[in-house]
């Protein structure tokens, strides 16, 4: 018998999702977190708006994990590999505000979910929930069994910091609705060369 003792270690980023298309116009909007500690296995967490081609706006939740190991210690280059999940919920205080499971795809190894009703007040409160820090993740790599991965306060976090959110989603509806419009123009201008 010997006594061991275990320095655990994790790393985190916690940052907006501030996306934009080929014209300079957001077309995401959310937060994503990444957590690794000195195992090597990383964790990433995005939940975020996305106006899809459709100028349709759904939320998609994603979950995915990674085993990294040292290659090279002299370049310190790493090598991946995708660890297949199988669920994900984000809890706080015991209870459980969002979650993703295994798609029918097999090539993908991570979870996740898309919600197509756009809940400006309730999805942006989750958005900003999570940048906050102050939950749990709890994936399955093995069905039925659970491991939880602490997300801690961030430190960085301000009140004012949210604007980078609220204006990236202000912006976003007004690609949404540019979009929108300029599909409307283009479809009259056909409508009156053909009738």
């Known amino acids: 018998m010997a006594e061991t ?102 090539t993908i190894k991570g979870v996740g979910a898309e919600y197509t009703e756009f809940d400006r007040e309730g999805t942006t409160a989750i958005f900003k929930t999570m940048y906050k820090g102050g939950f749990e993740l709890e994936v399955h790599t093995i069905p039925n069994s659970p491991i939880s991965i602490p997300i801690e306060i961030n430190t960085e976090y301000t009140k004012e910091k949210e604007q980078v959110l609220e204006n990236c989603i202000v912006d976003l509806i007004n690609n949404q609705e540019h979009r929108i419009q300029s599909s409307i123009s283009i479809d009259e201008s056909i409508a009156s060369r053909v009738g």
Not at 24 to 52: A, F, R
Not at 71 to 93: F, Q, V
């Open 5 to 106: 003792t275990v320095t655990k270690s994790r790393f985190y980023t916690i940052e907006w999702l501030n996306e934009e298309d080929d014209l300079g116009k957001k077309y995401v909007c959310g937060t994503k977190i990444s957590t690794y500690d000195l195992s090597g296995k990383k964790y990433i967490i995005e939940y975020y708006y996305l106006l899809k081609s459709n100028d349709e706006i759904v939320s998609q939740f994603k979950v995915d994990a990674l085993q990294l190991s040292v290659e090279n210690p002299d370049t310190a280059e790493l090598k991946s590999m995708d660890i297949k999940l199988y669920a994900s919920i984000l809890s706080k205080d015991g209870k459980g505000f969002l979650a993703g499971v295994r798609g029918p795809d097999d």
